[in-house]
C-alpha cells in the first residue's frame, strides 16, 4: 500500500475531515478506518487504543472469505456449485434426516437460498458439533426460492472447504492468494463446536488484512497482473440480484446479495459484519473503504456510516490530482490522530452524587441475582461494586472517558465460541456520565476476541431508593447483566 494525501487521488481532505466528523457526532463506537483509491491509501486511522496491529473479529465479513475459499476449491477441481451440500456430511445424514433433506446446492447457500431456516440459536444448542445441529433444523421453505439470512450456511460452507481441503479454510486461503498480497501471517479463525472453523464469524485479522483482501476481489482476482481467481467466479460472486428486501424501503442492506457479499448503491458492493465491520468495494472510482466498530444495540448502526461514505466520498471524488491542500491536510491528520475510543458525553458531574457515594444498596430479588451494590464516586471517575453469583466484583469507570480493564465477569467463551473458558476475562472500556442530576450511566464495550455492550442505568430517589436498569447487546454472553432491580440504602 501507498500513502498519500487525499488530494493526489481527487478528494479534498476538507471533505474527509467532514466524513469522520460525521461519523464522531453520531455517537458510534469506531475502531479504526481505512479508505484507499487503487494501491493509494488517502485515509488511515486507529481510534486508541486500537492500532495497525491489532487483530479485529471481522464476525460476518468472515462469509465473504469463505465464498473466496470456495471460489478456489472449485476452481481446483476440489468441488461443484451444482453439488447438493448434503454430499458432503454423509456421516450426519440419518434416515430422519434424509427424509427432510431438501439437496439444497453450494450455490444455493452461497446466495442464501437455502431450504432451511436458521430456526435455532446454535449457542442454545445442547449438541457440541454444529454440524448435527444444522442437519437438524426443520426445513421450512422450498429452496432456491427466498433469500433468508442464514449464517448457519455459511458455516457448513466453511466446514465443506475444510473437509475437501484438509486444512483451515483461511490456511488454504493464504496458501491460495493471502500470503502473496501481504496478509498477516499471524491471523486466524476462531472455532465452533466440532471440528471446523467458525467461518460464518470468527475470522481474526488486521484492518489492513481487510483491505488487501477486498482490493484483490475488487481487481477480480488478481494482484500486481497476476491471476489468482478465476474472473467468472468473482463476477458471480460479487452480482448481487438476489432479491433481499422484502419491504421495498430504503435499506442500505436491501440492495441485493450475490456469494456472500452484499449489493449497495451505484454498482458497489460489500462485506458486512454485525458490529460493523465493513468493507465497501466501488468499481466505478476503483474505491475500498474499510471500517471496523462496535456499534450492536444502535438500530441505525449500518445507514450513517454507509451514507456517510457516498455522500463525503464516493460523490466528491473525482479526476486526479487536485492541487495539494497542505493546510487541510495538517487539519485531517490533526484529527484523526486525535480519535479515541467513544465515550458517553454527557454531564460528568452531579452535586447528588456527594449523597450516595459509599452507600450500600441492598437488591430486592433480580434477574442479575445482584444481592448488593456500592459506588464510590471521586473526581472524574469512580467503581461500580456488586455482588453476583460469582462473588464480589468491581469496575472502573471514568467520567466521559474510558477506563480500561478486565471486565470482572469470568468464563466466557475464548478460542472456541459457545464454550466456556474457565477463569477467562475479556478486555474492556468503561465511562459513565449524568444524564440527569440523579441518574447515572455506565457504558461498558467489550474489546476483545468478542465485542459486545453493556449499559447501566442507575436511577436514585430521595437517596434512600435506587432502580437499576442492565441491557446488554453481545452475542453470547453478558447474558447475567440483562435486566432490572430494585434496591434500598443500608
Same mark, same amino acid.
Given at each position: 500500500?501507498?500513502?498519500?494525501?487525499?488530494?493526489?487521488?481527487?478528494?479534498?481532505?476538507?471533505?474527509?475531515?467532514?466524513?469522520?466528523?460525521?461519523?464522531?457526532?453520531?455517537?458510534?463506537?469506531?475502531?479504526?478506518?481505512?479508505?484507499?483509491?487503487?494501491?493509494?491509501?488517502?485515509?488511515?486511522?486507529?481510534?486508541?487504543?486500537?492500532?495497525?496491529?491489532?487483530?479485529?473479529?471481522?464476525?460476518?465479513?468472515?462469509?465473504?472469505?469463505?465464498?473466496?475459499?470456495?471460489?478456489?476449491?472449485?476452481?481446483?477441481?476440489?468441488?461443484?456449485?451444482?453439488?447438493?451440500?448434503?454430499?458432503?456430511?454423509?456421516?450426519?445424514?440419518?434416515?430422519?434426516?434424509?427424509?427432510?433433506?431438501?439437496?439444497?446446492?453450494?450455490?444455493?447457500?452461497?446466495?442464501?437460498?437455502?431450504?432451511?431456516?436458521?430456526?435455532?440459536?446454535?449457542?442454545?444448542?445442547?449438541?457440541?458439533?454444529?454440524?448435527?445441529?444444522?442437519?437438524?433444523?426443520?426445513?421450512?421453505?422450498?429452496?432456491?426460492?427466498? !433469500?433468508?439470512?442464514?449464517?448457519?450456511?455459511?458455516?457448513?460452507?466453511?466446514?465443506?472447504?475444510?473437509?475437501?481441503?484438509?486444512?483451515?479454510?483461511?490456511?488454504?486461503?493464504?496458501?491460495?492468494?493471502?500470503?502473496?498480497?501481504? !496478509?498477516?501471517?499471524?491471523?486466524?479463525?476462531?472455532?465452533?463446536?466440532?471440528?471446523?472453523?467458525?467461518?460464518?464469524?470468527?475470522?481474526?485479522?488486521?484492518?489492513?488484512?481487510?483491505?488487501? !483482501?477486498?482490493?484483490?476481489?475488487?481487481?477480480?482476482?488478481?494482484?500486481?497482473?497476476?491471476?489468482?481467481?478465476?474472473?467468472?467466479?468473482?463476477?458471480?460472486?460479487?452480482?448481487?440480484?438476489?432479491?433481499?428486501?422484502?419491504?421495498?424501503?430504503?435499506?442500505?442492506?436491501?440492495?441485493?446479495?450475490?456469494?456472500?457479499?452484499?449489493?449497495?448503491?451505484?454498482?458497489?458492493?460489500?462485506?458486512?459484519?454485525?458490529?460493523?465491520?465493513?468493507?465497501?468495494?466501488?468499481?466505478?472510482?476503483?474505491?475500498?473503504?474499510?471500517?471496523?466498530?462496535?456499534?450492536?444495540?444502535?438500530?441505525?448502526?449500518?445507514?450513517?456510516?454507509?451514507?456517510?461514505?457516498?455522500?463525503?466520498?464516493?460523490?466528491?471524488?473525482?479526476?486526479?490530482?487536485?492541487?495539494?491542500?497542505?493546510?487541510?491536510?495538517?487539519?485531517?491528520?490533526?484529527?484523526?490522530?486525535?480519535?479515541?475510543?467513544?465515550?458517553?458525553?454527557?454531564?460528568?458531574?452531579?452535586?447528588?452524587?456527594?449523597?450516595?457515594?459509599?452507600?450500600?444498596?441492598?437488591?430486592?430479588?433480580?434477574?442479575?441475582?445482584?444481592?448488593?451494590?456500592?459506588?464510590?464516586?471521586?473526581?472524574?471517575?469512580?467503581?461500580?461494586?456488586?455482588?453476583?453469583?460469582?462473588?464480589?466484583?468491581?469496575?472502573?469507570?471514568?467520567?466521559?472517558?474510558?477506563?480500561?480493564?478486565? !471486565?470482572?465477569?469470568?468464563?466466557?467463551?475464548?478460542?472456541?465460541?459457545?464454550?466456556?473458558?474457565?477463569?477467562?476475562?475479556?478486555?474492556?472500556?468503561?465511562?459513565?456520565?449524568?444524564?440527569?442530576?440523579?441518574?447515572?450511566?455506565?457504558?461498558?464495550?467489550?474489546?476483545?476476541?468478542?465485542?459486545?455492550?453493556?449499559?447501566?442505568?442507575?436511577?436514585?430517589?430521595?437517596?434512600?431508593?435506587?432502580?437499576?436498569?442492565?441491557?446488554?447487546?453481545?452475542?453470547?454472553?453478558?447474558?447475567?447483566?440483562?435486566?432490572?432491580?430494585?434496591?434500598?440504602?443500608?
Amino acid at each position: 500500500m501507498h500513502i498519500c494525501t487525499p488530494e493526489s487521488v481527487g478528494i479534498s481532505s476538507a471533505d474527509v475531515l467532514k466524513f469522520y466528523q460525521r461519523l464522531d457526532e453520531r455517537c458510534l463506537s469506531t475502531h479504526d478506518v481505512i479508505i484507499a483509491r487503487g494501491d493509494d491509501v488517502f485515509t488511515e486511522t486507529y481510534y486508541a487504543p486500537f492500532h495497525k496491529d491489532f487483530l479485529h473479529r471481522m464476525y460476518s465479513v468472515s462469509k465473504s472469505f469463505v465464498s473466496i475459499a470456495i471460489g478456489f476449491c472449485e476452481q481446483d477441481g476440489l468441488l461443484s456449485l451444482e453439488d447438493p451440500f448434503e454430499k458432503y456430511f454423509g456421516e450426519y445424514i440419518t434416515p430422519g434426516v434424509a427424509e427432510k433433506a431438501s439437496s439444497v446446492t453450494i450455490r444455493e447457500m452461497l446466495r442464501m437460498e437455502t431450504g432451511r431456516f436458521e430456526g435455532c440459536y446454535w449457542f442454545d444448542a445442547v449438541k457440541d458439533d454444529r454440524c448435527a445441529v444444522y442437519l437438524d433444523l426443520k426445513t421450512e421453505k422450498y429452496p432456491n426460492t427466498l !433469500f433468508d439470512y442464514d449464517s448457519f450456511g455459511s458455516y457448513m460452507l466453511g466446514a465443506i472447504v475444510e473437509k475437501v481441503t484438509g486444512k483451515p479454510f483461511l490456511e488454504y486461503l493464504k496458501d491460495k492468494v493471502l500470503r502473496d498480497i501481504g !496478509f498477516s501471517e499471524d491471523s486466524y479463525c476462531l472455532m465452533a463446536p466440532g471440528k471446523y472453523s467458525w467461518g460464518d464469524s470468527g475470522v481474526m485479522c488486521t484492518a489492513r488484512d481487510l483491505m488487501l !483482501f477486498a482490493r484483490f476481489v475488487l481487481n477480480g482476482g488478481t494482484w500486481n497482473g497476476k491471476r489468482y481467481l478465476n474472473e467468472a467466479y468473482i463476477l458471480e460472486a460479487t452480482d448481487t440480484k438476489i432479491c433481499n428486501n422484502h419491504y421495498g424501503f430504503e435499506n442500505p442492506s436491501g440492495y441485493g446479495y450475490g456469494y456472500q457479499f452484499w449489493g449497495l448503491p451505484h454498482g458497489c458492493f460489500a462485506m458486512f459484519g454485525m458490529g460493523i465491520q465493513l468493507a465497501v468495494c466501488d468499481p466505478t472510482h476503483d474505491l475500498v473503504f474499510v471500517i471496523n466498530s462496535d456499534n450492536q444495540g444502535n438500530e441505525m448502526r449500518y445507514a450513517p456510516i454507509i451514507y456517510s461514505f457516498f455522500d463525503y466520498i464516493y460523490d466528491r471524488i473525482g479526476e486526479h490530482p487536485l492541487p495539494e491542500d497542505a493546510d487541510a491536510y495538517k487539519r485531517l491528520c490533526d484529527y484523526t490522530a486525535s480519535r479515541k475510543l467513544f465515550a458517553l458525553r454527557g454531564p460528568t458531574h452531579s452535586a447528588f452524587a456527594q449523597q450516595i457515594t459509599g452507600k450500600t444498596w441492598h437488591a430486592e430479588h433480580n434477574p442479575m441475582g445482584i444481592k448488593w451494590f456500592r459506588l464510590e464516586l471521586e473526581e472524574g471517575a469512580g467503581t461500580f461494586h456488586y455482588e453476583n453469583a460469582q462473588g464480589v466484583k468491581a469496575l472502573r469507570f471514568g467520567m466521559g472517558y474510558n477506563e480500561f480493564q478486565k !471486565f470482572p465477569q469470568t468464563g466466557y467463551s475464548d478460542m472456541v465460541g459457545a464454550k466456556e473458558a474457565p477463569g477467562h476475562r475479556y478486555d474492556c472500556a468503561v465511562s459513565a456520565d449524568w444524564p440527569e442530576e440523579q441518574k447515572l450511566r455506565i457504558r461498558v464495550q467489550i474489546i476483545d476476541k468478542y465485542f459486545g455492550n453493556l449499559a447501566i442505568l442507575i436511577g436514585f430517589r430521595d437517596g434512600e431508593h435506587a432502580s437499576v436498569r442492565m441491557e446488554k447487546c453481545a452475542e453470547d454472553f453478558l447474558g447475567e447483566y440483562t435486566g432490572l432491580l430494585n434496591a434500598k440504602a443500608e
